[in-house]
């Protein structure tokens, strides 16, 4: 167990690419069920002071790496223009799960296409900070999601940064029964007040993604449910939805209209 980062680098640099970080182990504690094998030795990086703190100023929310989904979802309870994201940590997995799951984990599982955070932190222009062979990088996510299994061995995800502007946000998801499942599909959408919209999707295809057709043609839009849903609904072609035992990957694309609908619902009036 690093008491550090610093002590969690040099583990991790010391295993050479053999050893892995270990956060709430909720994923990993997982691995004989996907039939994946173990790291050969795991880093636990829980107990590192600096990865679980949030600290909030006018300009940006930095979250540590090892802050659990409950802890993020109380922490931005007051913050409404985080409000995508408190709900993706809130809603995500159960109560259990929530209060050892992190940040960290849930990011950085590149085989994990139903990450709750991805999506919600995506559509929040979200950047990340990681130590990559002893130097610190900072990008933002969607480089980080297409970046992470080419990443340097030994690499750790240190800090997310959400930038804060008056903007409203929502995140909704589709699991198909109520407790415990992995959602089907995920909206993630925030809606600045000058009219620029975000809308990132997760779960439908491997890796979560932005939708920027559907981001042009909702931009300064009045933004009522049944039109964005309809707009949705003409900009499903680039989709290329992902076969699994939840779902058929054509019903994972085919919900997304109504899940917009929703989202735009969900954001309430503006201030
Ligand atoms: C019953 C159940 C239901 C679930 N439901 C949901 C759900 O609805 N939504 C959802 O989003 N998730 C869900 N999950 C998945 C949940 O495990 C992840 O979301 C969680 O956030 C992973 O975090 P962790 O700290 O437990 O990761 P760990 O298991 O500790 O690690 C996961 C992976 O990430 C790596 N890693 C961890 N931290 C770092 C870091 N800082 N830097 C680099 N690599 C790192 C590890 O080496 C490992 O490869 C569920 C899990 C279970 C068991």
Same mark, same amino acid.
């Given at each position: 167990? %690093?008491?550090?980062? =610093? /002590?969690? +680098?040099? #583990? $991790?640099?010391?295993?050479?690419? *053999?050893?892995?970080?270990?956060? !709430?182990?909720?994923?990993?504690?997982?691995?004989?069920?996907?039939?994946?094998?173990?790291?050969?030795?795991?880093?636990?990086?829980?107990?590192?002071?600096?990865?679980?703190?949030?600290?909030?100023?006018?300009?940006?929310?930095?979250?540590?790496?090892?802050?659990?989904?409950?802890?993020?979802?109380?922490?931005?309870?007051?913050?409404?223009?985080?409000?995508?994201?408190?709900?993706?940590?809130?809603?995500?997995?159960?109560?259990?799960?929530?209060?050892?799951?992190?940040?960290?984990?849930?990011?950085?599982?590149? %085989?994990?296409?139903? =990450? /709750?955070? +991805?999506? #919600? $932190?995506?559509?929040?222009?979200? *950047?990340?900070?990681?130590?990559? !062979?002893?130097?610190?990088?900072?990008?933002?996510?969607?480089?980080?999601?297409?970046?992470?299994?080419?990443?340097?061995?030994?690499?750790?995800?240190?800090?997310?940064?959400?930038?804060?502007?008056?903007?409203?946000?929502?995140?909704?998801?589709?699991?198909?029964?109520?407790?415990?499942?992995?959602?089907?599909?995920?909206?993630?959408?925030?809606?600045?007040?000058?009219?620029?919209?975000?809308?990132?999707?997760?779960?439908?295809?491997?890796?979560?993604?932005?939708?920027?057709?559907?981001?042009?043609?909702?931009?300064?839009?009045?933004?009522?449910?049944?039109?964005? #849903?309809?707009?949705?609904?003409?900009?499903?072609?680039?989709?290329?939805?992902?076969?699994?035992?939840?779902?058929?990957?054509?019903?994972?694309?085919?919900?997304?209209?109504?899940?917009?609908?929703?989202?735009?619902?969900?954001?309430?009036?503006?201030?």
């Amino acid at each position: 167990m %690093a008491a550090s980062l =610093a /002590d969690a +680098v040099a #583990a $991790l640099a010391e295993r050479a690419g *053999e050893g892995a970080p270990l956060a !709430g182990a909720t994923w990993i504690m997982r691995a004989p069920l996907r039939r994946e094998p173990a790291a050969s030795a795991y880093v636990g990086i829980a107990r590192i002071p600096e990865l679980r703190r949030i600290d909030i100023d006018d300009r940006s929310v930095a979250i540590g790496a090892c802050v659990s989904h409950a802890q993020l979802a109380a922490a931005l309870a007051p913050h409404a223009e985080c409000r995508a994201l408190a709900q993706a940590a809130g809603h995500s997995a159960n109560p259990a799960i929530r209060r050892m799951a992190t940040v960290g984990g849930n990011l950085s599982t590149s %085989a994990f296409a139903a =990450a /709750d955070l +991805v999506p #919600a $932190l995506l559509c929040l222009d979200a *950047e990340v900070e990681l130590q990559i !062979g002893g130097t610190g990088e900072r990008m933002a996510l969607q480089r980080f999601l297409a970046h992470r299994t080419s990443l340097e061995p030994g690499w750790l995800l240190n800090r997310v940064i959400v930038p804060r502007r008056p903007r409203r946000s929502a995140h909704v998801r589709l699991p198909l029964r109520r407790a415990g499942d992995y959602p089907v599909a995920i909206v993630s959408l925030a809606v600045e007040d000058e009219g620029a919209v975000s809308v990132a999707i997760g779960s439908v295809e491997p890796v979560a993604r932005r939708w920027p057709a559907l981001e042009a043609a909702l931009k300064g839009d009045a933004l009522d449910p049944v039109r964005a #849903a309809a707009r949705a609904a003409d900009h499903l072609d680039g989709f290329n939805g992902r076969a699994g035992i939840e779902a058929p990957g054509w019903y994972r694309v085919e919900v997304l209209p109504v899940l917009v609908g929703r989202a735009v619902a969900a954001l309430g009036r503006p201030a």
